[in-house]
């Protein structure tokens, strides 16, 4: 049974937003990096932004840097992934991970980091 669950996908248009968010359960998320990963159709899963377990570092691929921000609610146990300017390609299965790391400023876009995910939400632009 996952312990991370996203929530937020859908069907967008080119242009448009979405807000994914990845909450937990049966711990808190307080001393862990959380990452975002994506896979779309014949691709390997592609990691494309995380976040310090305090919220103070963040990392982005180059592919939705200045379109994506992550962001983070410890009270809530809950990460999100705002995205914004959406392009077809963008259009794949987005899943959430979870590195213990209480590192400050710290996380990194390599799965193998990760060892907690959920099952992923899809996320499809097309007009």
């Known amino acids: 049974q996952s312990q991370l669950e996203e929530s937020g996908g859908g069907l967008v248009q080119p242009g448009g937003s979405l807000r994914l968010s990845c909450a937990t359960s049966?711990?808190?998320?307080?001393?862990?990096?959380i990452g975002w990963f994506r896979q779309a159709p014949g691709k390997g899963r592609e990691g494309i932004s995380c976040i310090s377990y305090q919220g103070d570092g963040r990392n982005y691929a180059d592919s939705v840097k200045g379109r994506f921000t992550i962001s983070r609610d410890n009270a809530k146990n809950t990460v999100y992934l705002q995205m914004n300017s959406l392009k077809p390609e963008d259009t794949a299965i987005y899943s959430c991970a979870a590195n213990f790391s209480p590192v400050p400023g710290y996380c990194a876009l390599d799965k193998g980091q990760y060892g907690y995910w959920g099952q992923g939400t899809q996320v499809t632009v097309s007009s």
């Open positions: 049966g711990f808190s998320l307080d001393a862990f990096a």
